[in-house]
């Protein structure tokens, strides 16, 4: 198994993602330190170029590849780096091989890495957790919800299990598609899902949606929005693209609610 990885500045983390999904559109392994986001993506031998490491200067900053061949039992071992996450008082996002001791009013979401995005790992997934969380707390967790771009389906599932219903989910990747579904049904869920290009057509309809997109899918969606929903939890920002998709919504009737930062991203609650 070959390991291709790209570490850039947050700046540039946008302009690399896009570039590996055209290699691996099912899904990208994401890291991040201080001041450096690293993307990787994996493949047998033959499929990704061996290339060694290498380093780039490019239009904002540089980058570092780097490609490396991993042992066989890796398959067995990433399983160390997937770890239950307790987000806020209501959840806790766990792969199904982790033992979660009591947990007493936590939901337990059960969600196994594969070839989409969303383990509750990620800042952006664990935000619009939050946000989904702070909904529940002043009773607004009702009624239909839509996950726009659901990779692995955290998102809806958790949405299912804070009292939304229904909840339907929609992504491009057939791989996302089947993890989504594989995984509502291990937590018990009814989801419905549908395949569904967010740039080339308008995002499915419900009083409440999420989306942690990039910002220039974002900015597509705003551009081709049909009928808007009354909430929207929204990231996959960086902190300095906020203001940017929140005036692109604004031009719905959309106003932020609340803001969420955790290093160099953001999570928005913008409600109409």
């Known amino acids: 198994m070959i390991r291709l990885a790209v570490r850039c500045p947050p700046e540039l983390g946008e302009r690399v993602l896009a570039e590996l999904l055209v290699l691996a559109p099912g899904g990208v392994e994401e890291d991040e330190g201080e001041g450096y986001v690293e ?8 499929e990704l170029p061996e290339l060694g490491a290498l380093a780039a200067e490019v239009e904002g900053g540089s980058i570092e590849v780097t ?14 780096f997937h770890r239950p996450i307790v987000v806020g008082d209501r959840l806790v996002v766990a792969p199904s091989w982790e033992e979660v001791p009591d947990s007493g009013p936590l939901e337990r979401i059960v969600v196994d890495p594969g070839q989409a995005f969303g383990t509750g790992a990620h800042a952006t997934t664990r935000m619009c957790l939050e946000l989904l969380i702070e909904l529940a707390a002043s009773g607004e967790a009702q ?9 692995s389906g955290v998102l ?8 939304f219903a229904p909840v339907s989910g929609c992504d491009h990747e057939l791989a996302a598609i089947a ?3 594989e995984n509502a049904a291990a937590n018990g869920v009814e989801i419905a899902l549908e395949r569904r290009n967010l740039r080339t057509g308008p995002a499915p309809a419900a009083p409440t949606a999420t989306a942690n997109l990039t910002a220039p899918v974002l900015l597509e969606v705003a551009a081709r929005l049909g009928e808007a929903p009354e909430r929207l939890v929204c990231s996959g920002l960086l902190a300095r693209e906020a203001d940017e998709v929140a005036g692109a919504f604004a031009a719905h009737g959309f106003a932020e609610r609340r803001r969420l930062g955790d290093g160099d991203w953001a999570a928005l609650l913008l409600a109409r």
Do not use: F
Request: net charge negative.
């Open 39 to 46: 993307y990787a993506i994996y493949g047998a031998p033959g």
């Open 179 to 181: 993890a989504a579904g």
């Open 143 to 151: 009624g239909a919800l839509t996950d726009w771009g659901t990779g």
């Open 156 to 163: 809806a599932i958790a949405a299912a299990k804070l009292g």
């Open 67 to 80: 490609s490396e061949e991993i042992p066989d039992d890796w398959t067995d071992r990433w399983r160390d």
